[in-house]
């Protein structure tokens, strides 16, 4: 039996002691590195909150994102919540000394910051559809005039095919990246599928990714989707945001087709300009709700545990920090960044211990008791909250596809994706052909893995680069698009 429990005591155990630890052993081994885990996340909660804390109110220095605002209801929560969660920041210190719960104060600043950032993002889309139309007309315009002359044969064709293989396949195996390539090349094609073809491969793309996770998950992931191919039609669309919904109106309904290119270009710089301030005010609350996660942690391992680290020097800085000047800041971000390094490598060598003796531990399935099964949890639900950067809404952040949740049953599917259908064939039955087209080609950039083998992926740009059914100039177009992908990808890997 190991008499001290230390990480020093805890690495000399090899693979065979290990499995010849009794239960009790093994599980207070287990409970340390759990506790010391969780010890060092919260002070790097801690540091990471300060840090987002000076973010915020830097890029508010640089421009009035919140002041700006001309919807005056949404004005007023943003500046509300924005208002609280710094003052939060603020005491945090005391807080954590005085054992102060304000898990709950939080968790509802997370709820409303998450909301607002919600109700914006469909105006996001259909804005980004209107810049896409802009620019295709754009390029349209210019390839006519430019690429007229310029020649295309099936060898080149024959030859981007093999390089875009090459491009792809050497990433086969990394899964985050294949499936970025991909829909980033279908992202770039032209759109010449059929409308049910189109129909098939995101019922079969959905129907992977969906059959084995719970009602809630599947429910959010439609719902997603739906607002990728039309925001308009998510409920908060003319409700919030009320000026930005005049703004983005009036430029849907802007005749784009038959506009000169200094007509284009200036509808062109209208849009990117409604677009990127609609995206920094996007930006700032995704940044307070990823303050907000930070804070859950915070409060959460406060409350759990008597031992919260908590460099006096550092809070003393922090202290000056909040009556000084910028200098101030770049000091204590200096001293921060330095100290969570260390704890980054703390966290990475206690992990592995962990995982060390969890391999053991599953061999034995009585060894978890209650006390410890908390600990875990905790551990588990922290964790959720500090590596939530997509600031996801909280049912989904905690979700667990693992969990005992009732697995979708196929008949629910198969019914959710054939109203997913219907909802997709009655938006686009009131579109304009290049609308419908380019709205489609998004849903399918957004799908995971749509293609089910790598032949269908090659079958579908061969046929987006056919010449008989698309220009030659929209191919050209195509392929330079495309080299400069790859060619980018290949300068930033030398």
Same mark, same amino acid.
């Given at each position: 039996m190991i008499t001290k429990f230390d990480i020093e005591n805890i690495k000399k155990l090899d693979k065979t002691e290990v499995e010849e630890l009794g239960n009790d052993d093994l599980t207070q081994i287990i409970s340390y590195l759990n506790n010391r885990q969780i010890e060092k996340v919260g002070t790097m909660s801690l540091y990471d909150s300060i840090l987002g804390y000076i973010d915020i109110m830097e890029l508010l220095e640089e421009n009035n994102i919140i002041e700006n605002i001309q919807s005056g209801n949404e004005k007023k929560l943003i500046m509300d919540n924005y208002k609280k969660l710094m003052e939060t920041v603020k005491n945090i210190d005391e807080k954590i000394k005085k054992k102060i719960d304000d898990i709950e104060r939080v968790?509802?600043?997370?709820? %409303?910051?998450?909301?607002?950032?919600?109700?914006?993002? #469909?105006?996001?889309?259909?804005? %980004?559809?209107?810049?896409?139309?802009? $620019?295709?007309?754009?390029?349209?315009?210019? /390839?006519?005039?430019?690429?007229?002359?310029?020649?295309?044969? @099936?060898r080149q064709l024959s030859k981007l095919l093999i390089d875009i293989t090459n491009y792809v396949t050497e990433d086969i195996k990394d899964y985050y990246i294949f499936n970025e390539k991909i829909s980033t090349i279908i992202g770039m094609l032209p759109f010449r599928i059929t409308k049910e073809r189109f129909f098939e491969i995101i019922e079969n793309s959905l129907n992977r990714s969906l059959s084995n996770v719970s009602k809630p998950y599947i429910d959010y992931e439609i719902k997603n989707y739906k607002k990728t191919f039309n925001g308009s039609m998510e409920s908060s669309y003319g409700i919030a945001y009320d000026d930005y919904f005049r703004r983005v109106q009036e430029l849907k309904y802007e005749e784009l087709k038959g506009m000169d290119l200094d007509e284009l270009?200036?509808?062109? @710089?209208?849009?990117?300009?409604?677009?990127?301030?609609?995206?920094?005010l996007n930006s700032i609350m995704k940044n307070m709700g990823i303050l907000t996660n930070k804070l859950m942690a915070v409060f959460l391992?406060?409350?759990?545990?008597?031992?919260?680290? !908590? =460099?006096?020097? *550092?809070? /003393?800085?922090?202290?000056e920090c909040l009556k000084s000047d910028k200098s101030g800041s770049i000091e204590l971000r200096k001293t921060i960044n330095k100290e969570l390094s260390i704890l980054q490598k703390d966290i990475f060598e206690t992990n592995e211990l962990l995982e060390k003796v969890s391999y053991e531990a599953v061999?034995?399935?009585?060894?978890?008791?209650?006390?410890?099964? $908390?600990?875990?949890?905790?551990?588990?639900?922290v964790l959720s909250y500090y590596n939530d950067f997509s600031f996801l809404r909280e049912d989904i952040l905690l979700y667990d596809g693992f969990d005992s949740i009732e697995i979708v049953e196929k008949n629910y599917l198969d019914e959710l994706l054939n109203n997913f259908t219907q909802y997709l064939n009655r938006n686009i039955s009131t579109?304009?052909?290049?609308?419908?087209? *380019? &709205?489609?080609? &998004?849903?399918?950039? %957004?799908?995971?893995? #749509?293609?089910?083998? #790598?032949?269908d992926?090659? =079958?579908? !740009? @061969?046929? %987006?680069?056919?010449?008989?059914?698309?220009?030659k100039e929209e191919i050209l177009v195509s392929m330079k698009s495309l080299y400069y992908l790859i060619n980018m990808d290949e300068l930033y890997e030398d």
């Amino acid at each position: 039996m190991i008499t001290k429990f230390d990480i020093e005591n805890i690495k000399k155990l090899d693979k065979t002691e290990v499995e010849e630890l009794g239960n009790d052993d093994l599980t207070q081994i287990i409970s340390y590195l759990n506790n010391r885990q969780i010890e060092k996340v919260g002070t790097m909660s801690l540091y990471d909150s300060i840090l987002g804390y000076i973010d915020i109110m830097e890029l508010l220095e640089e421009n009035n994102i919140i002041e700006n605002i001309q919807s005056g209801n949404e004005k007023k929560l943003i500046m509300d919540n924005y208002k609280k969660l710094m003052e939060t920041v603020k005491n945090i210190d005391e807080k954590i000394k005085k054992k102060i719960d304000d898990i709950e104060r939080v968790r509802v600043l997370r709820t %409303s910051l998450n909301n607002l950032s919600n109700d914006l993002e #469909p105006y996001l889309v259909e804005v %980004s559809y209107v810049e896409e139309i802009v $620019d295709y007309y754009l390029t349209k315009n210019l /390839a006519e005039k430019e690429l007229k002359n310029e020649n295309l044969d @099936q060898r080149q064709l024959s030859k981007l095919l093999i390089d875009i293989t090459n491009y792809v396949t050497e990433d086969i195996k990394d899964y985050y990246i294949f499936n970025e390539k991909i829909s980033t090349i279908i992202g770039m094609l032209p759109f010449r599928i059929t409308k049910e073809r189109f129909f098939e491969i995101i019922e079969n793309s959905l129907n992977r990714s969906l059959s084995n996770v719970s009602k809630p998950y599947i429910d959010y992931e439609i719902k997603n989707y739906k607002k990728t191919f039309n925001g308009s039609m998510e409920s908060s669309y003319g409700i919030a945001y009320d000026d930005y919904f005049r703004r983005v109106q009036e430029l849907k309904y802007e005749e784009l087709k038959g506009m000169d290119l200094d007509e284009l270009s200036k509808i062109s @710089q209208k849009t990117k300009e409604l677009y990127s301030e609609m995206e920094e005010l996007n930006s700032i609350m995704k940044n307070m709700g990823i303050l907000t996660n930070k804070l859950m942690a915070v409060f959460l391992i406060n409350s759990n545990i008597d031992n919260f680290e !908590i =460099d006096e020097n *550092i809070l /003393a800085k922090w202290g000056e920090c909040l009556k000084s000047d910028k200098s101030g800041s770049i000091e204590l971000r200096k001293t921060i960044n330095k100290e969570l390094s260390i704890l980054q490598k703390d966290i990475f060598e206690t992990n592995e211990l962990l995982e060390k003796v969890s391999y053991e531990a599953v061999d034995r399935p009585d060894l978890i008791d209650e006390k410890l099964n $908390d600990e875990l949890l905790l551990t588990k639900k922290v964790l959720s909250y500090y590596n939530d950067f997509s600031f996801l809404r909280e049912d989904i952040l905690l979700y667990d596809g693992f969990d005992s949740i009732e697995i979708v049953e196929k008949n629910y599917l198969d019914e959710l994706l054939n109203n997913f259908t219907q909802y997709l064939n009655r938006n686009i039955s009131t579109m304009t052909n290049l609308e419908r087209k *380019i &709205r489609m080609r &998004r849903l399918l950039s %957004s799908m995971e893995f #749509p293609f089910e083998k #790598p032949e269908d992926f090659m =079958d579908y !740009i @061969q046929v %987006s680069l056919d010449p008989r059914i698309t220009s030659k100039e929209e191919i050209l177009v195509s392929m330079k698009s495309l080299y400069y992908l790859i060619n980018m990808d290949e300068l930033y890997e030398d």
